[in-house]
């Protein structure tokens, strides 16, 4: 008989660990059918459930969201570059919240769940916190800001 795998035969024999034995030994008289008990491990089905069930703590995307953010993003972008003289740093970072912004756009197709769509999550909220570092100056833009991170922040509560 092949060796079995520590533990192995006990699971398929049971407590005593070894195979029946042998038809015309004293044990198992001949002609009569060796019986295998098989024992297999008790699974509950409440642990099964749970194994289903998984916790995310990112929902869906607000894509609208992040439209109507990139939206005012281009639209400063703009703004910024007839200015003169120009800031070249408040330019640089509109620059880089626009880039950023495309990209959370594009991993918004992610399943919920997965790294990625976890990824744009953390971004969209980081990019939004800077937007609103950005336009904190402007008492025009800055309610319109705020209003739309409300729907970008997971809580619904964004500082």
Known sequence: MARLRQGGARALYGAGGRAPAAHGSANCPEGEPVRLRLRMPLIDPALIMITQVTWNPYPPLPVGALRDLLGITRAL???????????????????????????????????????????????????????????????????????????????GLMV
């Open 77 to 155: 972008y703009r703004a910024a570059l007839e200015e003169e003289p120009r800031d070249a740093a408040r330019l640089q970072a509109l620059e880089e919240i626009g880039r950023t912004l495309k990209a959370v756009l594009r991993a918004s197709r992610a399943h919920p769940g997965t790294i990625t769509h976890g990824d744009a999550w953390l971004a969209a909220e980081r990019i939004t916190k800077v937007l609103q570092e950005i336009v904190s100056d402007s008492t025009l833009l800055a309610p319109v800001i705020a209003a739309t991170a409300r729907r970008i922040s997971r809580s």
